[in-house]
């Protein structure tokens, strides 16, 4: 059995890192932490896991998961993240980090969207851990920087598209939707249920921090510098991200000739499935599934390509792309542990 450790574990996305390793058949957890709730169990925080794990969280210090495992995630903020990664590269694990800090391969970029970064030195190793585009380079990976909900989404639905060459890059518009778990489990007046529900808005208009790494992840499947309008909303439920992103076409295109590209882009990935034309997206077809869902058209009135993505925010869009990179580097077949079905209703 591979030891893994969690770091930052009372989150939403640690939570659920815990909750799909436990039912991988190659992984035992080594070591839970959380700075917040050091010395708790985790079943105490979240009853969910109660008789199943029996975990009790540990401090921040990355020592210990360092030395018990062969596998680190880091479920940590930005800037958290950084201070603990090189320490347990130089302890000799391999690290998931599921926060911004080694998205970005530009330094200036990264200051300019975050803060300072303090360990600079290892971004031009880091691999940005989207498997359908890098599975190759996360093979063999010591640090590998797990996607952004809203990025995977945008990129699994844009990329083949600008692969192609068959939109102009300079017309992008991702408007893209998520539930509240995106924003964290900490207490904020903006996730509160009556600040929430039956309501609909926008969000980081214009100012959103995953911007940087749509254009950054795009651009390198375009060969060009790509731009684009990035709006997020929140939506008033749990789990799920719908991303519908919009892009003028260049040359002879229909749908069909369309979902042919998608259909040949995709057939041989686990975990990426084009509906049946006419048949939509919808988050609650992959909510606790690692599936994204996709569909497209070519709207001829508007000479403009329609693309629609659905993840869940907290599996595809977090723990379990961070599963599926781990399989990727130790060797195992990538699917291991992430085959559950969504949950429905």
Same mark, same amino acid.
């Given at each position: 059995?591979?030891? &893994? ?18 039912? !991988? ?10 700075? %917040? ?18 975990? $009790? ?12 495992? @062969? ?35 530009? $330094? ?6 975050? %803060? ?21 380079? &996360?093979?063999?990976?010591?640090? +590998?920087?797990? *996607? ?5 989404? $945008? ?12 939109? @102009? !890059?300079?017309?992008?518009?991702? @408007? ?12 904020? +007046? ?17 100012? !959103?921090?995953?911007? *940087? ?11 060009? @510098? &790509?731009?684009?309008?990035?709006? *997020? ?19 002879? +295109? ?8 998608? %259909? ?7 975990? $990426?499935?084009?509906?049946? %034309?006419?048949?939509?997206?919808? &988050? ?60 429905? *209703?």
């Amino acid at each position: 059995m591979v030891k &893994v450790s969690v770091m930052g574990a009372s989150g939403y996305t640690g939570v659920e890192l815990v909750r799909l390793l436990h039912a !991988h058949p190659e992984v035992e957890i080594a070591c839970v932490t959380a700075r %917040q709730n050091a010395g708790e169990e985790m079943a105490s925080l979240f009853p969910s896991l109660f008789r199943e794990i029996d975990l $009790v969280c540990e401090g921040g210090d990355p020592a210990r998961p360092a030395k018990e495992s @062969d596998i680190v995630f880091t479920a940590l903020p930005h800037q958290a993240a950084m201070e603990v990664v090189p320490g347990l590269l130089e302890y000799g694990s391999r690290v998931v980090d599921l926060s911004a800090d080694y998205r970005l391969r530009d $330094v200036d970029v990264y200051r300019r969207w975050y %803060q300072e970064h303090t360990s600079a030195d290892l971004l031009p190793e880091a691999v940005y851990g989207l498997p359908e585009l890098n599975r190759d380079q &996360v093979r063999s990976a010591r640090l +590998v920087a797990n *996607p952004g909900c809203y990025p995977t989404s $945008v990129a699994l639905a844009l990329s083949p598209l600008l692969r192609e060459k068959l939109i @102009d !890059h300079r017309t992008l518009v991702a @408007d893209c939707k998520s539930g509240t778990s995106g924003a964290g489990r900490a207490a904020k +007046v903006g996730s509160l249920f009556c600040e929430v529900n039956e309501g609909f808005k926008p969000y980081g208009v214009g100012a !959103h921090r995953h911007t *940087p790494e749509i254009e950054q992840t795009l651009s390198a499947v375009a060969g060009e @510098d &790509v731009r684009l309008t990035f709006t *997020p909303h929140l939506l008033p439920i749990n789990r799920g991200i719908l991303s519908t992103c919009y892009a003028l076409a260049l040359g002879d +295109v229909d749908t069909t000739s369309l979902r042919s590209l998608y %259909q040949q882009t995709y057939a041989s990935e686990r975990f $990426v499935r084009l509906l049946p %034309q006419g048949s939509w997206p919808n &988050v609650s077809n992959v909510r606790g599934s690692n599936f994204c869902d996709i569909n497209l058209m070519f709207d001829a009135r508007t000479n403009r390509v329609i693309v629609v993505a659905a993840i869940d925010n907290l599996v595809k869009g977090a723990a379990g792309q961070a599963v599926q990179n781990m399989n990727l580097m130790l060797g195992f077949e990538e699917s291991l542990g992430l085959t559950q079905l969504a949950l429905f *209703p």
